[in-house]
Nanobody, 123 residues
Framework: QVQLVESGGGLVQAGGSLRLACAAS????????MGWFRQSPGKEREFVAG????????YYADSVKGRFTISRDNAKNTMFLQMNSLKPEDTAVYYC????????????????WGQGTQVTVSS
């Protein structure tokens, strides 16, 4: 079981930026494909961004493309999500997730989840 801990959430005005981090306990972090998901009240958990382990290939939801950047530091067992030009509709609890080798946009295909961090964007 991989332990994941998110940090970096908070309250920001529209147009502002936040950087989320996800620290993993897994010593084989470099074998993990990682993803960021978010969930707002009354909505299903949705894919935001994903990053492969071996070459750091990235994937983004259309709604965040060009504004968010996912990255990872395998030496520190940590993944990041840089969020710029934030909009009120980005308000949600953000979760990091891990699975071995292959990025998926489907939340049900991940078995390792963090506890979530709240991001609130005011208009």
């Amino acid at each position: 079981q991989v332990q994941l801990v998110e940090s970096g959430g908070g309250l920001v005005q529209a147009g502002g930026s936040l950087r989320l981090a996800c620290a993993a306990s897994e010593r084989t972090f470099s074998s993990l494909a990682m993803g960021w998901f978010r969930q707002s009240p009354g909505k299903e958990r949705e894919f935001v961004a994903g990053i492969y382990n071996y070459d750091s290939t990235t994937y983004y939801a259309d709604s965040v493309k060009g504004r968010f950047t996912i990255s990872r530091d395998n030496a520190k067992n940590t993944m990041f999500l840089q969020m710029n030009s934030l909009k009120p509709e980005d308000t949600a609890v953000y979760y990091c997730a891990a699975r071995f080798y292959v990025v998926s946009t489907r939340s049900e295909e991940y078995v390792n989840w963090g506890q979530g961090t709240q991001v609130t964007v005011s208009s």
